[in-house]
């Protein structure tokens, strides 16, 4: 579509939507990358009104709990591990404002990966060495790593091990609608989790609490798209969950992959920044592959450990506030001194709030 | 180094192809007559790889500083340079460096008149170092100035953005993504006195070097304490540098320039610099890209394809390193 038609399109459905809407409308979406394609796109200037769009728990660095945060930290200063970590870890601060980068800048072997499979090839580079890859991710990254371990273990390589921190989306969905303190009329849903995922593990946002979500693609137009589907639902109250990205998610998801995840790890509990605890939402890796489990390797327990000081990221995530509402956003904390992930992260709402303005 | 290795450098390979009057006499320091307005400019290239898709090592550091001296609206015309060599370097090297450096020199009717080397033990830099300082005479009766920038007035660039930096990066990261990917080094100083001699008034001309347009412009609408508003359809961009950019998850707009100049100036003289700009081979794709405001003041807004605004920041912390 030419640029002229698509801003012509794009300006059409917002004053529909707001025309329909007769009050406030929040909807929250909970992907890295639908927050980076709504500010850089310039969409979230032309939001009308009456829609609310607030970024929820997203991004998995961002998610990643202090007290996880803090394990990575114990095994990257092992002498004996070359820790493999994408590329965002590097500067997300611990409890203490201590971050993998400083770490490394005294010596400790931390790597940068684009994929877990790069892991395993400095695992056959580098035999005298354990090297452990940090697995921070949701259901989109998890069969990568899941096939990385079964791929170890045809190999017979002894000396590679992944520490699981991953999680999946829907069991944080569940805790912001039961639990949570924001209201939410409508829920963009993440596109590429949904490919791994399909459907139906969100049927019970629109039967069990009767709020509409769309999932969708992340071109603007997509976005749009997806908004006007969401405010007619609303409208109609006839909530339901619609698939607007067909062209990636069909509606089982993706079965290989979901075969991956089974086979090698199992639901957990996981610990997620601001929450806490929630059941059965994290993964970690099944006995049938404990050699690959870094946590039983290096014999890890989690330590009792809080936010950096003044951080609130944790709301941040849940909706409760926004990066502006923070009184560190832009003074203490920026993207060159970050005092929490959000601010780090590419894909964090603090560091698109702070680059894209609005 | 002992006195005789030099001296045998020094002519083989610095006067055979960096020749001229003043730098043959092999004095101490070189004698040059200037008129008294001067730009004086000076810049250390520590770029890796020394050799890239586009150019090198040689042609960016004479091609650099004579885009840094012309940048006032002056004519550049004497450099010195400086090299910091490491041990075991090959001559072979230094040999197509220098002679790239002729080139470049000879392109923008500059001359080398003065220099000095050092070879240092192995690990002390990395390859090669060079440090060129240079000298030019303002032409224009107010130099141009970040500070000139006033709402009201256009930005114009004089070709594609991003070329640079995505040349350096995809060479230094060794990948091959199939595109025409070519760093645009190149003196500028000529285009540059064309449109000085022949627009009755330009506000300010600043080349996107380190952090590409978005951080010079930054660094304009605060200088200037003005906002500019760019418009993201309007951005001059090479189909294979948008779309290794797209792959590798880079912004063109923070990308280096090394061929490139800003020019910010009235509205009524946009038309002629453009045609100026497009008759020359290094401003074929010259385009008007923004428009200075007023509010929000020291900021950078872009106007994005889909009709909507967002800010251009500052880029924080070193996006690329050893770029230049």
């Known amino acids: 579509m030419d640029h002229n038609k698509l801003q012509h399109k794009i300006k059409e459905t917002f004053d529909r939507i707001q025309e329909r809407l007769k009050g406030p409308f929040r909807f929250m979406e909970v992907c890295g990358t639908h927050t980076v394609s709504i500010f850089r796109s310039g969409l979230k200037s032309l939001f009308p009104h009456l829609l609310e769009h607030i970024s929820g728990p997203g991004c998995p660095v961002c998610v990643t709990h202090p007290r996880d945060i803090a394990m990575g930290m114990e095994l990257a200063e092992n002498p004996d591990v070359i820790f493999a970590i994408f590329g965002d870890m590097m500067r997300v601060p611990d409890s203490n404002g201590i971050t993998l980068k400083d770490l490394r800048a005294k010596g400790a072997n931390i ?37 990385t371990i079964t791929e170890a273990k045809k190999m017979g390589i002894k000396n590679f091990s992944v520490l699981s921190h991953h999680k999946i989306i829907p069991p944080v969905l569940k805790f912001l609608v039961e639990y949570g303190e924001v209201e939410i009329n ?99 890796i099944r006995d049938t592959y404990k050699e690959f489990d870094a946590k039983k390797r290096f014999g890890l327990t989690p330590k009792d450990v809080g936010e ?51 | ?39 004086f400019s000076t810049d250390t290239y520590t770029i890796d790889p020394i050799f890239f898709p586009g150019g090198d090592i040689g042609s960016l550091c004479i091609s650099g500083t004579v885009n840094d001296i012309a940048m006032l609206g002056a004519r550049p015309k004497y450099l ?131 952090g590409g347009v978005a951080t010079t412009l930054n660094e304009i609408a605060i200088q200037s304490n003005v906002c500019i508003e760019l418009f993201e359809d309007a951005l001059p961009i090479k189909s294979g540098v948008k779309e290794g950019c797209d792959i590798l998850g880079l912004d063109p707009l923070y990308l280096a320039n090394e061929g490139k ?22 401003g074929k794709h010259a385009a008007l890209i923004g428009e200075v405001t007023d509010t929000p003041k020291g900021k950078v807004v872009l106007n994005t394809k889909i009709g909507g605004k967002r800010i251009i920041s500052m880029l924080e912390g070193e996006h690329l390193p050893r770029i230049c």
């Not at chain 1, 609130?312 to 849940?318: A, D, N």
């Not at chain 1, 929490?340 to 964090?348: I, Q, Y």
């Open chain 1, 111 to 147: 790597v940068v990966c684009y994929s877990p499979l790069d892991s395993l090839k400095l695992a056959l580079k580098n035999i005298d060495k354990e090297i452990v890859f940090w697995g921070i991710g949701f259901e989109t990254t998890v069969p990568t790593v899941g096939a």
């Open chain 2, 80 to 210: 010195s340079c400086g090299f910091i060599i490491e041990e075991g370097f090959l001559i072979s090297d230094l040999e197509k460096i220098v002679k790239s450096m002729a080139h470049t020199a000879q392109k923008a009717g500059v001359l080398v008149v003065t220099g000095d080397t050092k070879v240092v033990p192995k690990g002390s830099v990395d390859k090669i170092f060079i440090n060129t300082s240079g000298i030019g005479e303002v032409i224009l009766d107010i130099p141009l100035s970040g500070k000139r920038a006033s709402p009201g007035d256009k930005v114009i660039i004089n070709g594609t953005i991003g070329d640079h930096g995505l040349a350096i990066f995809t060479a230094r990261e060794g990948l091959d993504l199939d595109f025409d990917i070519k760093s645009d080094c190149a003196p500028v100083n000529n285009l540059i006195l064309k449109l000085v001699e022949n627009i009755p008034e330009i506000h300010v001309m600043r080349d996107p070097t380190r």
């Open chain 2, 261 to 282: 100049f800003i020019c910010i100036l009235p509205e009524k003289y946009v038309k002629p610099a453009l045609e100026i700009l497009r008759e020359d081979h290094l």
């Open chain 1, 308 to 358: 950096p000081k003044g951080c609130r990221c944790g709301e941040v995530l849940q909706g409760k506030i926004s990066p502006k509402d923070c009184p560190l956003f832009g003074k203490k904390c920026t993207p060159i001194s970050p005092v929490g992930p959000c601010m780090v992260s590419t894909e964090g709402s603090c560091a698109a709030y702070y680059k894209y303005g609005v």
């Open chain 1, 186 to 284: 409508g829920f963009l849903l993440p596109g590429h989790v949904s490919t791994i995922i399909g459907i139906s593990p969100y049927e019970f946002l629109a039967k069990d609490h009767k709020i509409p979500s769309v999932i969708a693609g992340f071109d603007p137009i997509d976005i749009v798209y997806a908004l006007d589907m969401l405010t007619s639902m609303y409208i109609c109250n006839s909530p339901k969950i619609l698939n607007c990205y067909e062209r990636a998610v069909k509606p089982k998801g993706n079965k290989k992959a979901q075969r991956v995840i089974k086979e090698v790890f199992k639901v957990s509990d996981a610990y997620w920044r601001g929450i806490g605890k929630i059941e059965a939402s994290g993964l970690e």
């Open chain 2, 1 to 39: 180094m002992g006195g005789l290795a030099s001296s045998r450098l020094i002519s083989e390979i610095f006067i055979k192809y960096l020749s001229n009057e003043i730098l043959d006499s092999l004095d101490d320091a070189a004698y040059l007559k200037l008129s008294p307005r001067l730009s």
